[in-house]
């Protein structure tokens, strides 16, 4: 199972090229570290027609999948920057081929090599929009696939690696 820590989504090297790029909230409330269902890094956004960051997936039930394109928010909980702007944006890893140690995930069926999709967890009382299987390599599953599981975290520190971007 896992917790929702202060760090919940870093690399696992410094030297990938990554590209970030900012955008403001449908919901600037959810930048306030206040707020019951503030945003933590590593949850998964989607982008709205307004070029406008919501949640990728419905949280008021979990279980709900992504129906769009997701990206992984690169902002931690109660950053003042993002606070402080007028339009709260915060930054999506938005291009390049990337490595990350996650905690946002539901690692029922998980294994390594599998592709990982997003959809609505439960991670102790609260729901994230976060990882979930989406299949093995090579097979169809039932969402958006956005990367592959390259360690399980048993063996990672409570933590699920996946690569992902421009990889399949």
Known sequence: MSTVQKVNFEPVSNLMQLQTRDFPLVDPDLANPYNAECLVDGEWMSITTEYKMERAADIST???AAAAQ???LWAERGRYDVQALGERKASLIWLGMWEFDSR???ATTMAVGRRVAVASITIGTRIYAGLVDNGTIGTPGGGITVGFITRMPSS?????RIRGGMLY
């Open 62 to 64: 979990a279980g709900n």
């Open 70 to 72: 997701s990206y992984p």
């Open 104 to 106: 946002i995930f539901l």
């Open 156 to 160: 990672n520190g409570g933590k699920l």
